[in-house]
């Protein structure tokens, strides 16, 4: 059986949208046929027993570097090649392509015969840079597969590869496990637990981070609140920006509707969901476009779970909407289109819960985890 050495900074019990596709993948793999290497996060973001917990409960070895980002340094490199070597790892899978794929040679020369690098937002900015589009060069020309989320994506990183690399590229988008993101997922508890039962509820979950358009929601709320007054704005995960989003809700006057989640267990994402009405994420680039949108997995997780969308018109987030089907496509860096669209679903229920229906179908055809392992599959195939 070929046995596959996954490299990634990107792991659970870390949540994130990064984390759940490479962790998903890992699960799809056959059985003892996978190897995780990667690093392990800071003890303030994840507690080290709860680190230690995930790793034993995984279905395969999970190796752990010493440090909250892995880079390939030539002892990170090393070690890879030593895991390989061991483990008789005959392929390879780095969950961000940069810069973890430019180990993709000296795993070669280490008995890995083929190679796969995930792309997701971060590489189209790399591509925009001088020194990391050379680097971005240097990845396609070491690895056999990059991958690419959608057509936005593709465009630009294959703008930075060799013309080879770029005629190797092939779409892997992660999926979405309409079981466990569904309607009915427990969200009047969490309702209860808020205060909030009974109210028009938008949601927002995410890193709490400039890009995610949380302040654009902020801004937005108090023109929302003119048209429907009892609304309650749900805004789901930590970050870095959590305490300028609670002093812009103050300043707005809407601190008694908005309500601040903290990061939650990925156990109760499902419930987060689910205890919204609408789910809003105006998403933005910023930085002249090196710090984009890849996708947008929260956008499929929400119309599962049978909400309809809001979503900034950021990078590739466009191809997790059917707009006007499915959700609403806003321009993120202004709050007043976000407000409109926010105000038409939470005031026509009966529309937005029409959209949310046709969401799930679309994702339980489209989007589910059975075709990306599939694909993963054929990409990794000797």
Same mark, same amino acid.
Not at 49 to 73: I, K, N
Not at 94 to 115: D, K, W
Not at 118 to 140: D, F, K, M, Q
Not at 151 to 176: E, H, Q
């Given at each position: ?23 998903? @993948? ?102 925009? @840079? ?89 801004? %937005? ?82 119309? %599962? ?11 590739? %987030? ?54 990306? %392992? ?9």
């Amino acid at each position: 059986m070929s046995r596959t050495l996954i490299v990634t900074n990107d792991f659970p019990p870390q949540t994130g949208g990064i984390q759940a596709f490479v962790h998903e @993948l890992a699960l799809r793999r056959p059985p003892e046929s996978v190897v995780v290497y990667c690093s392990t996060p800071s003890a303030r973001r994840v507690p080290r027993g709860e680190v230690d917990a995930f790793d034993l409960a995984q279905p395969f070895p999970v190796v752990r570097e010493r440090t909250p980002v892995l880079l390939p340094a030539p002892q990170v490199v090393d070690r890879a090649c030593r895991i390989a070597r061991l483990e008789g790892c005959d392929t390879a899978l780095f969950g961000a392509a940069a810069p973890l794929g430019l180990m993709g040679r000296a795993l070669r020369r280490a008995g890995v015969r083929r190679s796969v690098a995930l792309t997701h937002g971060h590489e189209a900015g790399w591509a925009l @840079l001088p020194g990391a589009r050379s680097a971005l060069r240097r990845v396609g020309d070491s690895v056999d597969v990059l991958t690419y989320l959608g057509d936005y994506t593709r465009a630009r990183i294959g703008r930075a590869l060799s013309p080879a690399a770029a005629a190797r590229m092939r779409r892997l988008a992660p999926g979405v496990d309409a079981e466990r993101f569904r309607p009915g997922a427990s969200g009047d508890e969490v309702r209860k637990r808020h205060g909030i039962a009974g109210r028009p509820v938008a949601v927002c979950v995410s890193r709490l981070v400039r890009r995610k358009g949380q302040d654009t929601l902020l801004r %937005a709320w108090p023109r929302v609140l003119a048209d429907v007054p009892d609304a309650v704005l749900l805004v789901v995960g930590g970050g870095p920006d959590r305490a300028r989003l609670e002093s812009l809700a103050r300043e707005g006057g809407a601190a008694g509707s908005v309500v601040f989640t903290g990061d939650v267990p990925a156990a109760e994402l499902p419930a987060h969901y689910d205890a919204g009405d609408v789910f809003a994420m105006p998403c933005r680039t910023r930085n002249g476009g090196l710090d984009v949108e890849g996708l947008g997995i929260v956008f499929l997780e929400a119309s %599962a779970a049978g909400l309809p969308v809001i979503a900034g018109d950021s990078g590739g %987030a466009p191809d997790a909407v059917l707009d006007g089907e499915t959700g609403l496509i806003v321009d993120g860096t202004r709050p007043g289109p976000a407000a409109r669209a926010l105000i038409r679903l939470l005031s026509a229920p009966e529309a937005a819960a029409r959209m949310g229906a046709r969401g799930r179908e679309w994702v339980r055809q489209e989007w589910g985890w059975d075709r990306t %392992a599939d694909q993963l599959g054929e990409l990794l195939r000797l």
